[in-house]
């Protein structure tokens, strides 16, 4: 080269196209702050290495039995701490989150058509389901949003946000709900998650977005490319203990996501790049899985996580964070009490049986409609169906043992039914 300057003009242009995205654009603080909070609180370390060694044992044990899997819904909290009108965002933009986040972690999205079909193999139907909570921790009715005005600049970077008594909003019980504070933040970050174990304190536990990238409508519409709520989606990966692709910290092929089938890669994704893009860590075929919600690919370029992906959030699911599962914050009829009074009402007669059951439903519950399901003890479902006050089943073609028919209108309403031959 014979001009220096534009030879060193062109050696830093070419080091920029090879530095992290994250330097100029808008980046996920998960990572950091977790690094951050280790460095304070060493005993983070310990938590961690127990909830991976029990992911891994959970997944080969999941893998040794072809267990039936069920849909489950967690309850989500949204507390709305904003500082200027705008970020007092709607019920209506706080909806189409929700929306996002089902579709998403169902593989119902409308983009998934766009998945080169190597990746479509892999992908997966997480089979977790996002409600706004419908009870609060008092057992009152809720619409699953809280509303704090606050006078704290960039609320989300302090210990504040988790605070009322401190310009924040206190969560939910952290066992039985998502939290997820829509609060401001600092220019470039997207948001941040707890990964399970990691939140120091406890009540910090949950998902921070700025109100510009949480959902589709009102002030997210204008936040191309982080426009389409899949700022929520990745931060919920984290939240159930997903890893970035590229690894824990900040790149390189020996950094790994402990996820089997995601392809190995150097560093975070940009843009959207064009199929199949290979790095240093994957030079062939397929190239790198930059359409993974854990990438930082543009939000219209996301499209899936993997099936390795999915047995790790239900091992956090299952593990860590298996107290949402019993939670009632979901449940669509009002006071949880309501739960034992419900039961009571219901008579199912002869229990054991060897054919028929009647099933009779009284007082106050006899006139609704009802939705039911029969699953054996490995949670293979053998019937639903809906009745108002009284119906006969026929189970003369089931086999001999236990079942559990369970309510739907209650979701921890079981009972347990005994066919003998
Ligand atoms: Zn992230």
Same mark, same amino acid.
């Given at each position: 080269?014979? @001009?220096?300057?534009?030879?060193?003009?062109?050696? /830093?242009?070419?080091?920029?196209? #090879?530095?992290?995205? #994250?330097?100029?654009?808008?980046?996920?603080?998960?990572? =950091?702050?977790?690094?951050?909070?280790?460095?304070? =609180?060493? $005993?983070?370390?310990?938590?961690?290495?127990?909830?991976? =060694?029990?992911?891994?044992?959970?997944?080969?044990?999941?893998?040794?039995?072809?267990?039936?899997?069920?849909?489950?819904?967690?309850?989500?909290?949204?507390?709305?701490?904003?500082?200027?009108?705008?970020? +007092?965002?709607?019920?209506?933009?706080?909806?189409?989150?929700?929306?996002?986040?089902? $579709?998403? #972690?169902?593989?119902?999205?409308? +983009?998934?058509?766009?998945?080169?079909?190597?990746?479509?193999?892999?992908?997966?139907?997480?089979?977790?389901?996002?409600?706004?909570?419908?009870?609060?921790? @008092?057992?009152?009715?809720? +619409?699953?949003?809280?509303?704090?005005?606050?006078?704290?600049?960039?609320?989300?970077?302090?210990?504040?946000?988790?605070?009322?008594?401190?310009?924040?909003?206190?969560?939910?019980?952290?066992?039985?709900?998502?939290?997820?504070?829509?609060?401001?933040?600092? $220019?470039?970050?997207?948001?941040?998650?707890?990964?399970?174990?990691?939140?120091?304190?406890?009540?910090?536990?949950?998902?921070?977005?700025?109100?510009?990238?949480?959902?589709?409508?009102?002030?997210?519409?204008?936040? *191309?490319?982080? =426009?389409?709520?899949?700022?929520?989606?990745?931060?919920?990966?984290?939240? #159930?203990?997903?890893?970035?692709?590229?690894?824990?910290?900040?790149?390189?092929?020996?950094?790994?996501?402990?996820?089997?089938?995601?392809?190995?890669?150097?560093?975070?994704?940009?843009?959207?790049?064009? /199929?199949?893009?290979?790095?240093?860590?994957?030079?062939?075929?397929?190239?790198? +899985?930059?359409?993974?919600?854990?990438?930082?690919?543009?939000?219209?370029?996301?499209?899936?996580?993997? $099936?390795?992906?999915?047995?790790?959030? !239900?091992?956090? %699911?299952?593990?860590?964070?298996?107290? !949402?599962?019993?939670?009632?914050?979901?449940?669509?009829? *009002?006071?949880?009490?309501?739960?034992?009074?419900?039961?009571?009402?219901?008579?199912?007669?002869?229990?054991?049986?060897?054919?028929?059951?009647?099933?009779?439903?009284?007082?106050?519950?006899?006139?609704?409609? !009802? @939705?039911?399901?029969? /699953?054996?003890?490995?949670?293979?479902?053998?019937?639903?169906?809906?009745?108002?006050?009284?119906?006969? %089943?026929? %189970?003369?073609?089931?086999?001999?043992?236990?079942?559990?028919?369970?309510? %739907?209108?209650?979701?921890?309403?079981?009972?347990?039914?005994?066919?003998?031959?």
């Amino acid at each position: 080269m014979k @001009n220096p300057i534009l030879s060193s003009i062109i050696t /830093f242009l070419i080091a920029l196209l #090879f530095m992290p995205s #994250f330097l100029f654009g808008q980046a996920c603080q998960t990572s =950091h702050k977790r690094t951050a909070r280790i460095a304070q =609180h060493p $005993e983070i370390l310990e938590d961690m290495n127990q909830i991976n =060694h029990f992911t891994e044992e959970w997944i080969s044990a999941q893998q040794m039995t072809a267990q039936v899997r069920e849909l489950v819904t967690v309850p989500v909290v949204v507390h709305v701490v904003w500082l200027e009108n705008d970020e +007092n965002i709607s019920e209506a933009q706080i909806m189409s989150q929700i929306d996002v986040l089902n $579709e998403d #972690f169902r593989k119902l999205n409308a +983009n998934f058509s766009t998945t080169p079909a190597a990746f479509q193999a892999i992908a997966a139907d997480v089979e977790i389901e996002f409600c706004l909570a419908s009870i609060d921790p @008092n057992g009152n009715p809720t +619409n699953g949003i809280t509303r704090t005005q606050t006078n704290i600049q960039e609320i989300g970077e302090t210990e504040s946000f988790y605070d009322s008594s401190a310009g924040g909003h206190d969560p939910w019980d952290n066992t039985q709900y998502i939290n997820i504070w829509v609060c401001n933040q600092e $220019e470039g970050s997207l948001g941040f998650a707890t990964p399970p174990g990691t939140a120091f304190p406890e009540e910090s536990d949950g998902v921070v977005i700025p109100s510009v990238y949480f959902g589709t409508i009102g002030t997210a519409a204008n936040s *191309v490319p982080n =426009h389409l709520g899949r700022t929520a989606t990745h931060e919920m990966g984290h939240y #159930f203990n997903l890893e970035h692709i590229w690894g824990p910290g900040d790149g390189g092929c020996n950094e790994d996501d402990f996820i089997a089938d995601t392809p190995s890669q150097e560093f975070e994704s940009g843009g959207c790049p064009n /199929f199949p893009f290979t790095d240093g860590c994957t030079p062939n075929g397929n190239g790198i +899985n930059f359409q993974n919600y854990l990438d930082y690919s543009d939000d219209d370029c996301m499209t899936m996580f993997t $099936e390795g992906q999915k047995m790790r959030m !239900l091992a956090a %699911l299952n593990g860590p964070r298996a107290s !949402l599962l019993t939670s009632n914050g979901c449940n669509a009829m *009002v006071a949880t009490n309501d739960l034992n009074n419900f039961e009571n009402s219901v008579r199912i007669f002869p229990n054991p049986t060897n054919q028929l059951i009647t099933i009779t439903i009284e007082n106050t519950y006899a006139s609704q409609n !009802l @939705n039911w399901e029969l /699953f054996d003890m490995v949670g293979k479902k053998y019937l639903e169906f809906s009745m108002t006050e009284k119906k006969e %089943l026929n %189970l003369s073609n089931l086999p001999e043992g236990v079942y559990y028919l369970s309510c %739907l209108n209650f979701s921890k309403s079981v009972k347990k039914i005994v066919i003998t031959k």
